[in-house]
């Protein structure tokens, strides 16, 4: 087992490329790190949040050439990662639109689409080409601490304080 260190506070997601070469991992210290899956255990900051950042994901179906995020400072972000030929890794985009904490941002299967669930009771979906929202979905009770796509990419699972699966 390795232990990658470098995080300066609580880390609170972490997540696997697809080739299972890369490991992302976010923490409230406000940073991103990519580790190489390895006894070294390198890691490059993903730096652009303001607040803690509560979920970092890759993207399903181009190896993981990008990483999403979730943060407290209500964005998601989109960043490229370090490829060979690269020098490193590029933020592409900001997702801004929800008006508290965002806790889960995920891409569809196809990665046309990015769901991003809030503690402002909305589950909000946007395109990541351009970073425009395409919809939202109200929850009026609690809010929607994770989502998941279905494999099909046709809906998305959301778990709620409220107590419920929808």
Same mark, same amino acid.
């Given at each position: 087992?390795?232990?990658?260190?470098?995080?300066s506070?609580?880390?609170?997601?972490?997540?696997?490329?697809?080739?299972?070469?890369?490991?992302?991992s976010?923490?409230?210290?406000?940073?991103? =790190?990519l580790? *190489?899956?390895?006894? *070294?255990?390198?890691?490059? *900051?993903f $730096?652009?949040h303001?607040?803690?950042? =509560?979920?970092?994901?890759?993207?399903?179906?181009?190896?993981g050439?990008?990483?999403?995020?979730?943060?407290?400072d $209500? !964005?998601?972000?989109?960043?490229?990662?370090? =490829?060979?030929g690269?020098?490193?890794?590029?933020?592409?985009?900001?997702?801004?639109?929800h !008006?508290?904490?965002? =806790?889960?941002a995920?891409?569809?299967?196809?990665?046309?689409?990015?769901?991003?669930?809030?503690?402002d $009771?909305?589950?909000?979906?946007?395109?990541?080409?351009?970073?425009?929202?395409?919809h939202?979905?109200? *929850?009026?009770?609690?809010f929607?601490?994770?989502?998941?796509?279905?494999?099909?990419?046709?809906?998305?699972?959301?778990?709620t !304080?409220?107590?419920?699966?929808?």
């Amino acid at each position: 087992a390795y232990k990658f260190c470098g995080h300066s506070d609580a880390v609170t997601g972490v997540a696997f490329s697809p080739n299972g070469r890369l490991i992302a991992s976010c923490s409230r210290d406000k940073m991103v =790190r990519l580790w *190489e899956n390895g006894v *070294e255990g390198r890691s490059t *900051e993903f $730096k652009g949040h303001t607040a803690p950042v =509560r979920h970092v994901d890759f993207t399903p179906n181009d190896n993981g050439a990008h990483v999403r995020t979730a943060s407290d400072d $209500k !964005t998601a972000k989109l960043w490229t990662v370090v =490829r060979s030929g690269q020098q490193s890794h590029r933020f592409v985009r900001s997702f801004a639109g929800h !008006t508290n904490w965002v =806790r889960c941002a995920r891409f569809s299967p196809d990665a046309d689409v990015i769901a991003t669930s809030s503690d402002d $009771k909305t589950i909000r979906l946007w395109d990541p080409d351009t970073g425009k929202e395409i919809h939202v979905f109200n *929850e009026h009770k609690g809010f929607a601490c994770h989502i998941d796509w279905h494999p099909s990419g046709t809906c998305i699972g959301v778990a709620t !304080t409220d107590k419920k699966v929808k």
